[in-house]
């Protein structure tokens, strides 16, 4: 498979913008042997340098432009496609986190992937939960096209902005401290007030009646100090715990709602229709991977009580699942770096942001991929 880095698409860009060199009629053994390149070209297939080489072939008697990328073709193969196809892509556990927990994936542009890249990915991410990748410069288009690959694209109705005073479309979660004009939201305000519930150890969307199965994080803006993100594998932590505590989790039944969440921290200023909106769901406490078949913990700071539980009780064993959970021995720590985007599987994971410096920007998009059916039956 033939990728290409950004340096060369835009070289290949550059082709569109023809202009007549000077020295050309000076020269032209050169102009026959650029011909002769270009038909080389087209003979054996450098599939996208074609689409623009062709245009290119049929003016190319009076119109071109003697730039390097024309110098760097010989034997009918673009240099710098050989150069970007012996960087395929790679994906590299991390070092200094638990095992096979996080991955790097680098040599991949997300804005041109295969379905080959796609099927990758999707056994990088049942082996690692959390992919990371650095230096993606995307719009939220692209992200949202690449996160679609992955199944049906939730809405972003777990934000709290009315559609009027949103900042972004309706597709992407906007995990940012900024407002609809881009400014700083105020210490005090509301929107940012219920955003630092993401501070709290959670399960994106764990709260609606499917949960979402990935979650695609985009850096755009990130403050100079802080708000780095922590992931905990949940399935480490299931199978750390001692039979007679799995035993008992195994078929509890916890209810869910972003009201239990904020409520934790003291934000109970909500809406009539944000009550109805946020109404609790059940979710089972232990699920299991539908590939793997891995058990994990399906813990979130969105859980409010157990089925059948007095409250107290309920959030007791809750709290003392979480603290096991996110031990250091199950975590690590992402520091991001802007247009890093990172990619994990909630089904899997629990992740939350630290703390940064309120007056500084931080703008990361969330594209989220819903899971594939609720489960518990209604
Ligand atoms: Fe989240």
């Given at each position: ?70 110098l ?25 986190g ?27 991410i049942?082996?690692y ?102 992931f ?71 859980i409010?009580?157990i ?72």
């Amino acid at each position: 498979m033939i990728r290409f880095n950004q340096s060369h698409r835009n070289k290949r860009l550059a082709l569109h913008y023809p202009s007549i060199h000077p020295d050309l009629k000076k020269y032209p053994g050169l102009m026959i042997q650029m011909l002769k390149f270009h038909k080389t070209l087209l003979d054996q297939g450098c599939w996208e340098c074609q689409i623009l080489c062709f245009p290119r072939y049929l003016c190319l008697l009076w119109v071109v432009r003697l730039d390097l990328y024309c110098l760097n073709i010989s034997n009918g193969v673009c240099k710098e496609t050989e150069y970007v196809e012996q960087m395929p892509m790679d994906i590299t556990a991390l070092k200094n986190g638990p095992p096979n927990f996080g991955a790097i994936v680098t040599g991949l542009d997300i804005v041109n992937v295969s379905d080959n890249d796609v099927q990758a990915l999707e056994v990088a991410i049942d082996r690692y939960a959390v992919l990371i990748f650095p230096d993606q410069n995307v719009t939220d288009e692209q992200q949202y096209a690449f996160s679609s690959k992955f199944g049906t694209m939730e809405k972003a109705t777990g934000d709290i902005n009315q559609n009027s005073d949103r900042r972004l479309a309706m597709d992407i979660n906007d995990i940012s401290n900024l407002d609809k004009s881009g400014a700083i939201l105020a210490r005090n305000d509301r929107a940012r007030l219920f955003g630092l519930g993401n501070m709290l150890w959670h399960s994106d969307s764990s709260f609606k009646t499917i949960p979402a199965k990935y979650s695609l994080l985009s850096a755009r803006v990130i403050p100079d100090f802080g708000g780095n993100t922590e992931f905990a594998d949940m399935r480490a932590a299931w199978s750390e715990l001692d039979t007679e505590m799995q035993s008992e989790c195994m078929d509890l039944v916890c209810v869910h709602s972003q009201l239990y969440s904020r409520g934790a921290l003291g934000f109970e200023d909500f809406t009539e229709e944000e009550k109805l909106k946020w109404a609790p769901v059940k979710q089972p406490l232990v699920r299991q991977h539908p590939s793997t078949k891995l058990h994990s913990l399906f813990l979130s700071s969105h859980i409010g009580t157990i089925e059948g539980w007095p409250v107290p009780e309920a959030r007791l064993l809750i709290r003392d699942l979480t603290e096991h959970a996110t031990k250091p021995e199950f975590v690590f720590s992402h520091q991001w770096k802007r247009r890093d985007l990172v990619l994990w599987d909630n089904r899997v994971t629990m992740h939350r942001a630290r703390r940064y410096d309120h007056t500084q920007k931080r703008d990361l998009r969330r594209t989220t991929v819903a899971g594939d059916a609720r489960l518990l039956s209604a």
